[in-house]
């Protein structure tokens, strides 16, 4: 894994704080064994286990399906 330089987390800063950046976090607490679930799906999928969140969400919104506690 390559490490970024000192620069570019400056600059990463930086944007963060910025007007332009247009990106936010959202989190979720849950099992280990939930987490690693997520994660081993996603890896067989070829992306990220952010990145399946990401999408699994926003299919959800798209198709209005709810959940109920």
């Known amino acids: 894994i ?3 330089s000192e620069a570019q987390r ?3 800063q930086k944007y ?3 007007e332009k950046n247009n ?3 959202i989190s979720a607490g849950m099992t280990k ?3 690693q679930k997520c994660k081993e799906y996603a890896q067989k999928q070829g992306i990220t286990p952010s990145r399946f969140a990401l ?3 926003l299919y959800c919104i798209e198709n209005n399906i709810t ?3």
């Open 2 to 4: 390559k490490m970024r």
């Open 10 to 12: 400056k600059a990463d």
């Open 16 to 18: 963060r704080k910025s």
């Open 23 to 25: 990106y936010t976090s």
């Open 33 to 35: 064994e939930d987490a």
């Open 55 to 57: 999408q699994a969400m």
């Open 67 to 69: 959940f109920t506690s």
